[in-house]
């Protein structure tokens, strides 16, 4: 198994940027694909970007693309979220999820999941 946990939420101003990150233990990191999904209040959880193994590829919602940024560094078990020009539509928990191939949108691919990490953008 693989134990995901997010970190970097908070509470913030619109216009600022943030960096989530996703610390995973147990199974070897780098053999997970990754993905982050958010979910606001009264909303679906939706797709937000995911990345390959290695980090050679990247793929996001296409109505996100251009403020949020996916890496990971497999060295240090972790995946980050670069989010930059946060606006208060921003305001979600953000989830991390790894699965051994897939890094797309859907929701139910994914075998391992985090607790989520909440963020507000105040206006």
């Known amino acids: 198994q693989v134990q995901l946990v997010e970190s970097g939420g908070g509470l913030v101003q619109a216009g600022t940027s943030l960096r989530l990150s996703c610390a995973a233990s147990?199974?070897?990191?780098?053999?997970?694909?990754m993905g982050w999904f958010r979910q606001a209040p009264g909303k679906e959880r939706e797709f937000v970007a995911g990345?390959?193994?290695?980090?050679?590829?990247?793929y996001y919602a296409e109505s996100l693309k251009g403020r949020f940024t996916i890496s990971r560094d497999n060295a240090k078990n972790t995946l980050y979220l670069q989010v930059n020009s946060l606006k208060p539509e921003d305001t979600a928990v953000y989830y991390c999820?790894?699965?051994?191939?897939?890094?797309?949108?859907?929701?139910?691919?994914?075998?391992?999941w985090g607790q989520g990490t909440q963020v507000t953008v105040s206006s």
């Open positions: 999820a790894a699965d051994r191939n897939y890094y797309g949108e859907r929701i139910s691919e994914y075998d391992y």
């Open positions: 147990g199974r070897t990191f780098s053999s997970y694909a």
């Open positions: 990345i390959s193994w290695t980090g050679s590829t990247t």
